[in-house]
């Protein structure tokens, strides 16, 4: 019997070194970073119904449909241990988007070209969630935005310094905080906010990761997007909770971006105290790995004690990349 997926995945060979035609393309189901398990497997261990149930309590209906296109997602594309043979049909990825999706990505590009006139990077990775959503900042009202202006800024996962440059450009910060465990990353951090005229009193590079304790590591420094705390080695760092950091510069928060890399809980536990206190606008990410998925949501609810407005959101509208899945959370205050 022929394979039903044969017409949607294409297969290479161990030994090709052709170009597969432009209607495929690469696609991947959820990253493992730490855990070692993939979204599959995690569902054969796990309660899943009382999971996904939990996980969807409380949440609006277009929040509920995110979670479950992004789980549909997970479950039919190859895992990320066998992603890399195979090529995906573009049509059978375009079926993952709605119509907004499709409207922001011809957007996105229609528009890069002013990206990258506004901002100078000297690595050509504009992103969209940075440069088309600003971490969810973009399509929200004014009244939000004017209640973080002024405040401090916490750039968790600082990376190459694009969200440093663009929080300052358009939401006119304090500071923003920037927090980055890669030295390679750090160096072009510096270099592009130069390069982009950004004030040395707006932003600081701060050498840390996040979590929720204070602790020192070894890792590996790959650099990229992709530096995490998770992968040992032999560079040193240290780990900073948000809440002490906070106390101990006297910060006034008024946004919090965290994209950590797979350490998302531990980050949020570390800033609990912060955002009962400074009630700031969130953006946290939960793509990386299924615990910060199913267990994020769940605890920032509990932390907000019913103050806030949460969703679950996409802040990536390409239909061959399945990141930035992320928590927007602000004070319902905000809304009226």
Same mark, same amino acid.
């Given at each position: 019997m *022929?394979n039903?997926?044969? *017409?949607?995945?294409?297969?290479?060979?161990?030994?090709?070194?052709?170009?597969?035609?432009?209607?495929?393309?690469?696609?991947?189901?959820v990253?493992?970073?730490?855990?070692?398990?993939?979204?599959?497997?995690?569902?054969?261990?796990?309660?899943?119904?009382?999971?996904?149930?939990k996980?969807?309590?409380?949440?609006?209906?277009?929040?509920r449909?995110?979670?479950?296109?992004? /789980?549909?997602?997970?479950?039919?594309?190859?895992?990320?241990?066998? #992603?890399?043979n195979?090529?995906?049909?573009?049509?059978?990825l375009?079926s993952?988007?709605?119509?907004?999706e499709? @409207?922001?990505?011809?957007q996105?590009?229609?528009?890069?070209p002013?990206?990258?006139?506004? =901002?100078?990077?000297?690595?050509?990775e504009?992103? +969209?969630?940075?440069?088309?959503?600003?971490?969810?900042?973009?399509?929200?009202?004014?009244?939000?935005?004017?209640?973080i202006?002024?405040?401090?800024?916490?750039?968790g996962?600082?990376y190459?310094?694009?969200?440093?440059?663009?929080?300052?450009?358009?939401?006119? +910060?304090?500071?923003?905080?920037?927090?980055?465990? #890669?030295?390679?990353n750090?160096?072009l951090?510096?270099?592009?906010?130069?390069?982009?005229?950004?004030?040395?009193?707006?932003?600081?590079? =701060?050498?840390?990761?996040?979590?929720?304790?204070?602790?020192?590591?070894l890792?590996?420094?790959?650099? !990229?997007q992709g530096a995490?705390? /998770?992968?040992?080695?032999d #560079?040193?760092?240290?780990i900073? @909770?948000?809440? #002490?950091? =906070?106390?101990?510069?006297?910060?006034q928060?008024?946004?919090?971006?965290?994209?950590v890399? !797979?350490?998302?809980?531990?980050?949020l536990?570390?800033?609990?105290?912060?955002?009962?206190?400074?009630?700031p606008v969130?953006?946290?990410?939960?793509y990386?790995? +299924?615990?910060?998925?199913?267990?994020?949501?769940p605890?920032?609810?509990?932390?907000? !004690? !019913?103050e806030?407005?949460?969703m679950?959101?996409?802040?990536?509208?390409?239909?061959?990349?399945?990141?930035?899945? =992320?928590i927007?959370a602000?004070?319902?205050?905000?809304?009226?």
């Amino acid at each position: 019997m *022929k394979n039903p997926l044969r *017409k949607l995945f294409h297969k290479k060979a161990s030994n090709s070194t052709t170009t597969i035609a432009d209607d495929f393309f690469w696609a991947c189901g959820v990253l493992s970073m730490g855990q070692n398990t993939i979204l599959q497997d995690y569902f054969l261990k796990n309660n899943m119904p009382e999971k996904i149930a939990k996980l969807k309590e409380g949440f609006d209906e277009e929040s509920r449909s995110n979670i479950d296109r992004y /789980l549909h997602r997970m479950l039919t594309l190859p895992d990320f241990k066998i #992603s890399k043979n195979y090529r995906i049909r573009r049509e059978f990825l375009e079926s993952f988007q709605t119509e907004r999706e499709k @409207d922001l990505t011809a957007q996105f590009f229609q528009n890069l070209p002013q990206y990258k006139t506004d =901002v100078v990077l000297n690595k050509d990775e504009y992103n +969209p969630d940075t440069f088309l959503f600003h971490h969810g900042l973009y399509f929200q009202n004014d009244k939000l935005k004017k209640y973080i202006a002024g405040k401090d800024f916490i750039d968790g996962g600082a990376y190459i310094g694009d969200s440093a440059i663009m929080l300052n450009k358009h939401y006119n +910060p304090k500071k923003v905080w920037s927090f980055e465990i #890669s030295k390679k990353n750090a160096s072009l951090y510096k270099e592009n906010l130069d390069n982009n005229n950004i004030a040395k009193d707006k932003y600081a590079l =701060v050498d840390m990761g996040l979590g929720k304790l204070k602790c020192s590591l070894l890792i590996d420094d790959i650099g !990229g997007q992709g530096a995490n705390i /998770l992968c040992q080695g032999d #560079s040193e760092i240290k780990i900073t @909770d948000i809440d #002490s950091f =906070v106390k101990e510069n006297s910060l006034q928060v008024g946004f919090i971006k965290s994209d950590v890399e !797979g350490v998302g809980l531990d980050a949020l536990e570390g800033m609990a105290e912060t955002i009962q206190k400074h009630r700031p606008v969130l953006c946290l990410a939960i793509y990386h790995n +299924p615990t910060e998925f199913f267990d994020m949501p769940p605890r920032v609810r509990e932390i907000c !004690g !019913g103050e806030y407005e949460i969703m679950i959101t996409q802040l990536h509208p390409f239909y061959d990349c399945n990141n930035e899945i =992320v928590i927007f959370a602000y004070p319902k205050e905000l809304d009226q």
